[in-house]
């Protein structure tokens, strides 16, 4: 089945422990992005990144790092998670071809505490 | 700075009727368009798109509806269904970046 698979669905943690949100894409996909969404905010790109070892920032990257060291990889790295950063954090890929729409994980939620 | 809205939060349809979620855009430089589907638990889902030289295109009881001349994205939902009620998310693409509206919550009433 082409799916996005992200792991932990759920994840508590502490101010500054560093932590890491995986992502993987069955489908051969070029393009993935990471996005936070929070109530009345509604979706927001963190990073995203258009093939291998290619990444870029989107609208709120800051505290944020990613990696794109395989293609069906783009793991989501907190080095030292903050409040602000409680959310629920989606993984999506897509072809890297104009016009093709999103393929959404079912998403991680992050509290820090 | 330009983005993607929905008219309205929130939306009651009863069951059988057809649902109608708008969405107001104001990039004139999007060139393609998505509604998605959240359901509670889950990723957004996408239903329909449609590319900025279109005005209407249709799927399974879906129709959206691009008016570029007012800015303004449309999506029907014939028949509306007890599974059909989710957070709704029209979204705008400028070559690769995706924005997304802060989406319509649409209930639907037996």
């Given at each position: 089945?082409?799916?996005?698979?992200?792991?932990?669905?759920?994840?508590?943690?502490?101010?500054?422990?560093?932590?890491?949100?995986?992502?993987?894409?069955?489908?051969?996909?070029?393009?993935?992005?990471?996005?936070?969404?929070?109530?009345?905010?509604?979706?927001?790109?963190?990073?995203?990144?258009?093939?291998?070892?290619?990444?870029?920032?989107?609208?709120?990257?800051?505290?944020?790092?990613?990696?794109?060291?395989?293609?069906?990889?783009?793991?989501?790295?907190?080095?030292?998670?903050s409040?602000?950063?409680?959310?629920?954090?989606?993984?999506?890929?897509?072809?890297?071809?104009?016009?093709?729409?999103?393929?959404?994980?079912?998403?991680?939620?992050?509290?820090?505490? | 700075?330009?983005?993607?809205?929905?008219?309205?939060?929130?939306?009651?349809?009863?069951?059988?009727?057809?649902?109608?979620?708008?969405?107001?855009?104001?990039?004139?430089?999007?060139?393609?368009?998505i509604?998605?589907?959240?359901?509670?638990?889950?990723?957004?889902?996408?239903?329909?798109?449609?590319?900025?030289?279109?005005?209407?295109?249709?799927?399974?009881?879906?129709?959206?509806?691009?008016?570029?001349?007012?800015?303004?994205?449309?999506?029907?939902?014939?028949?509306?269904q007890?599974?059909?009620?989710?957070?709704?998310?029209?979204?705008?693409?400028?070559?690769?970046?995706?924005?997304?509206?802060?989406?319509?919550?649409?209930?639907?009433?037996?």
């Amino acid at each position: 089945e082409a799916q996005v698979t992200q792991n932990p669905r759920y994840l508590i943690t502490v101010t500054g422990k560093k932590l890491t949100v995986t992502c993987s894409q069955n489908m051969n996909h070029e393009y993935m992005s990471w996005y936070r969404q929070d109530p009345g905010l509604g979706l927001r790109q963190i990073y995203y990144s258009m093939n291998v070892e290619v990444t870029d920032k989107g609208d709120v990257p800051e505290g944020y790092k990613v990696s794109r060291k395989e293609k069906r990889n783009f793991p989501l790295i907190l080095e030292s998670p903050s409040p602000n950063q409680t959310s629920l954090y989606f993984c999506a890929s897509s072809p890297l071809g104009r016009n093709s729409p999103l393929h959404f994980g079912n998403g991680t939620r992050l509290t820090v505490t | 700075g330009e983005s993607v809205g929905l008219h309205l939060p929130t939306l009651s349809v009863q069951e059988g009727d057809n649902s109608i979620i708008n969405c107001a855009y104001s990039n004139s430089a999007s060139d393609y368009f998505i509604w998605y589907k959240q359901e509670s638990g889950k990723g957004p889902q996408f239903i329909i798109d449609i590319r900025s030289n279109m005005d209407k295109r249709q799927g399974q009881r879906v129709t959206v509806l691009l008016n570029k001349t007012v800015k303004h994205l449309s999506l029907q939902i014939a028949a509306t269904q007890p599974g059909d009620s989710a957070v709704y998310f029209c979204a705008e693409m400028e070559d690769y970046k995706l924005s997304f509206g802060a989406g319509t919550t649409v209930t639907v009433r037996a």
